[in-house]
Nanobody, 125 residues
Framework: QVQLVESGGGLVQAGDSLRLSCAASGRTYSTYAMGWFRQGPGKEREFVAAISWNGGSTSHADSVKGRFTISRDFAKNTVHLQMNSLKPEDTAVYYC??????????????????WGQGTQVTVSS
């Protein structure tokens, strides 16, 4: 079992930056891929960014490419999402996800077994 706890959300103005963190605890696997997804009001959960088990590969949604960056800290079992130049359309609950024993980068919700509870990001215009 893997527990994921997100932090770092909040209320910011357009153009500001935020850094989300996701701490993994419990039974950790030697290889696990991680990702960030978001769900805005009245919308389906959508892919934001993903990183492979060794941090060697990443993927970012077109809507955030150039503004958001995913990274991981192996010493702290943590994955981060640095969000710059935030826009009102980035307003959503952001979820961290983990898939044990996965080697690649995964961009679909059904590919992940474990999910955090989410952290709210609100961007005002």
């Amino acid at each position: 079992q893997v527990q994921l706890v997100e932090s770092g959300g909040g209320l910011v103005q357009a153009g500001d930056s935020l850094r989300l963190s996701c701490a993994a605890s419990g039974r950790t696997y030697s290889t696990y891929a991680m990702g960030w997804f978001r769900q805005g009001p009245g919308k389906e959960r959508e892919f934001v960014a993903a990183i492979s088990w060794n941090g060697g590969s990443t993927s970012h949604a077109d809507s955030v490419k150039g503004r958001f960056t995913i990274s991981r800290d192996f010493a702290k079992n943590t994955v981060h999402l640095q969000m710059n130049s935030l826009k009102p359309e980035d307003t959503a609950v952001y979820y961290c996800a983990a898939e044990p024993q996965a080697m690649g980068v995964m961009t679909y919700t059904y590919e992940y077994e474990y999910w955090g509870q989410g952290t709210q990001v609100t961007v005002s215009s």
